[in-house]
């Protein structure tokens, strides 16, 4: 549990202004959406290019719709 919410704290840190790595190419692959009533579930790979990060990232997403409003409620990503 405690390494979750260091992940957690990463991802919402580096997506700050002003912080976390900046990239020069954000290319998306392989981008697939699978509806479910309410909820939608959204996989891809990312390939990134920056001076502090170049590589691939396998990304998972669960968004669900709540009071006409979508948000994410779980996710993963892997190398």
Do not use: N, Y
């Amino acid at each position: 549990m405690f390494e979750e919410l260091l992940a957690k704290r990463k991802v919402v840190e580096a997506h700050r202004p002003g912080r976390g790595p900046k990239f020069t190419s954000v290319e998306l692959r392989r981008v697939q959406v699978t509806e479910h009533g309410d909820a939608v579930v959204v996989t891809c790979i990312g390939h990134f290019k920056g001076p502090q990060f170049t590589g691939a990232l396998k990304f998972m997403r669960v968004w669900l719709k709540k009071a006409d409003r979508w948000q994410i409620v779980a996710g993963s990503i892997h190398q």
